[in-house]
């Protein structure tokens, strides 16, 4: 059975950085990407970082490229998402997700709970 389990978020200021974790169990560690998602009250859920397990490729959306970095520790079966110059407009519940590199940006196969980012201004 596939888990993702999120953590790390919480309230911050804006220009503040915070860093969430996605735990995940089951067998996907060597053949799916990861990847992270958002969803701002009243707006579709979108995209915002992907990077495959052998760390060879990422891609980021373009409202956070240059101020958050995906990566993961395969040892502790662990993506992270380090945000950093967080702004107002990165409020959301952020997701984590897995599927094949493919499709990992647009129909994730898992996904976790969720955990809630609030940037105050």
């Known amino acids: 059975q596939v888990q993702l389990v999120e953590s790390g978020g919480g309230l911050v200021q804006a220009g503040g950085s915070l860093r969430l974790s996605c735990a995940a169990s089951?067998?996907?560690?060597?053949?799916?990407?990861m990847g992270w998602f958002r969803q701002a009250p009243g707006k579709e859920r979108e995209f915002v970082a992907a990077r495959t397990w052998s760390g060879g490729s990422t891609r980021y959306a373009d409202s956070v490229k240059g101020r958050f970095t995906i990566s993961r520790d395969n040892a502790k079966n662990t993506v992270y998402l380090q945000m950093n110059s967080l702004k107002p407009e990165d409020t959301a519940v952020y997701y984590c997700?897995?599927?094949?590199?493919?499709?990992?940006?647009?129909?994730?196969?898992?996904w976790g709970q969720g955990t809630q980012v609030t940037v105050s201004s």
């Open positions: 997700a897995a599927a094949a590199w493919a499709v990992v940006t647009t129909s994730p196969d898992y």
């Open positions: 089951g067998p996907i560690f060597t053949r799916y990407a």
